[in-house]
């Protein structure tokens, strides 16, 4: 007879643990920005390295990019710029502990933002 109650918590309970695990935000898109060491007319290279530290892809992810110059070609299915955001790989996903790499120069450093995403449920 307690059955039923027991196993509705219970699925209520793995609901809140599995949203739980999905519940991510901006703050699991990490991007670390290195020096290359190469100067690219006249500027500095650097690779940016962005990462999705959330259990669940991400998709629709976009960078702050107001003011971003670079020498160095970004191929724009990497990073386009859209106004003052920058979409990362056209929208697509980016799966758990997934990274993309890009460079670009200029000086100085630009830093990048994680500005939006949406969670893929998983
Ligand atoms: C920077 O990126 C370039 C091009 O992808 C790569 O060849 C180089 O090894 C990277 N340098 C560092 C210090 O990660």
């Known amino acids: 007879m307690a059955i039923v109650p027991m196993s509705f918590i219970l699925i209520l309970f ?19 920005t290195i020096r290359s060491g190469r100067e690219i007319q006249g500027k500095p290279e650097w690779n940016v390295t962005v990462i999705n530290n959330c259990n669940c892809p991400q998709k629709l992810i976009k960078l702050t990019c107001k003011g971003f110059q670079t020498v160095e070609n970004v191929n724009p299915s990497i990073l386009s710029k859209e106004g003052d955001k920058c979409l990362l790989i056209g929208g697509n996903q980016l799966v758990r502990s997934a990274s993309v790499k890009f460079s670009y120069a200029w000086d100085p450093a630009f830093i990048f933002w994680p500005s939006e995403s949406s969670i893929v449920n998983c």
């Not at 793995?14 to 670390?32: R, T, V, Y």
């Open 14 to 32: 793995l609901s809140l643990i599995s949203k739980g695990f999905c519940a991510c935000s901006l703050d699991n898109i990490n991007i670390n």
